[in-house]
């Protein structure tokens, strides 16, 4: 049970770094107002909020958000993957698989691992991610140099992304950032000029979700001009829109509103220009449905809920939009409905969310987070405390 909330986070570490409410607000450059609001419950903290705060107060943004959330009822199959998984990163060719795997064995288990992260059901089908990428660190060490062994390097690029992924959404940061390096050391020898610009875009996963803003927004550009080295294809094209894309969230944390929205409107001019092109994403999931995504998460990150309200209610996602992508969305949008003021509407869209992706909305800190707001700030139904109890929200 996660039992206690950001709030009550912060003002216990802020009382054991012996600073007052005043220091805090100055040291994060935060308002008073809005520190006041969320320790005592009233305002949801946002991740800029928490990754700020923990700057100043010398702890992890875990140690704010509760994370990893201890879920033995109903995802202990993905967090027992968890060990086993960092085995694999950390003794990636010292332990032996437990039977022989080809080539061919070890991309079908990865499809079947992208397929269940694509629909957000991690506990089912990430157990097969440790295996996989010993698997192909020891085909690596037998294969001579060559093209198949380019192949195999950018197939175990692809697999650390997937480990990145999968721990970064369980709150693991620390296994998350060692992956997605793995993930640039991989990519660095797959012979694909791409695969470092991609494998940039997963570090930059990391530098957004640690609060170090410039330090991303500085990837970001590093991966774009090392693009502009290359020709120009419809697969290059996915790649910068996606880094567009994580550039217009990391200025958004950062409150620069015009890059993210220069960042936004080169992202939609090159959604626009691909088409229905086939190509690559490398991973990153660059769709114009992921466009316009981002274009009602970009507001909420600013805190303006009434603009991601508005947007978001000329967007139709379509059906073939991935369920993790689209329980991301209704996360977004009932924070946004929340800054809005609409708090009935904040827990219907949470419940959308829950439809559409369970396991990733039960772990989404923004969830504990407008879940506990609700509960503060409104006389608590049936239908909220229900929500609460499935989330393990002590409320």
């Known amino acids: 049970m996660d039992d206690m909330g950001v709030g009550e986070h912060v003002a216990r570490a802020r009382k054991l770094a012996r600073l007052t409410q005043v220091q805090l607000a100055h040291k994060a450059n935060i308002s008073l107002s809005l520190l006041r609001k969320v320790e005592q419950g009233d305002r949801a903290a946002s991740p800029a909020f928490i990754a700020s705060s923990a700057r100043v107060l010398g702890v992890g943004v875990g140690d704010l958000t509760g994370q990893p959330y201890p879920s033995p009822r109903t995802d202990a199959g993905a967090h027992a993957t968890i060990p086993a998984l960092r085995r694999s990163i950390i003794a990636f060719d010292d332990e032996p698989l437990s039977k022989p795997m080809t080539f061919e064995d070890l991309t079908v288990a990865l499809d079947r691992v992208r397929e269940g992260m694509r629909r957000a059901r991690y506990a089912d089908l990430t157990a097969e991610l440790p295996d996989v990428i010993r698997g192909l660190h020891l085909l690596a060490e037998s294969e001579n140099a060559g093209r198949h062994l380019e192949q195999i390097y950018a197939t175990l690029a692809y697999a650390y992304s997937k480990a990145m992924l999968f ?20 990519a660095s020898h797959s012979g694909d000029p791409i695969w470092p610009i991609a494998a940039e875009y997963n570090r930059a996963l990391i530098l957004l979700y640690s609060g170090a803003y410039a330090g991303g927004l500085k990837t970001i550009e590093r991966a774009h001009a090392a693009s502009e080295d290359l020709e120009t294809t419809p697969d290059l094209l996915a790649v910068r829109g996606a880094l567009h894309l994580r ?149």
């Open 167 to 186: 721990a970064y959404q369980y709150g693991y940061l620390d296994l998350a950032g060692l992956a997605a390096e793995r993930c640039s050391w991989a």
């Open 247 to 395: 550039g217009a969230i990391l200025a958004a944390r950062a409150a620069d509103s015009s890059a993210a929205n220069s960042h936004l409107l080169e992202a939609q001019q090159i959604a626009d220009g691909i088409g229905s092109t086939r190509f690559s994403h490398y991973g990153t999931g660059f769709r114009p449905s992921n466009v316009d995504i981002h274009s009602v998460a970009v507001p909420v990150e600013l805190s303006d809920g009434t603009t991601a309200v508005s947007r978001a209610a000329g967007i139709h996602l379509p059906t073939s939009v991935a369920p993790s992508r689209a329980g991301h969305h209704f996360i977004d949008l009932s924070r946004a409905w929340l800054l809005h003021g609409d708090k009935q509407q904040a827990l219907l869209t949470l419940q959308q969310a829950r439809m559409v992706a369970p396991e990733l909305t039960r772990n989404h800190p923004q969830v504990h987070e407008t879940i506990r707001v609700l509960a503060h700030t409104r006389r608590s139904t049936d239908n909220l405390a229900q929500i609460a109890k499935w989330a393990d929200v002590k409320i």
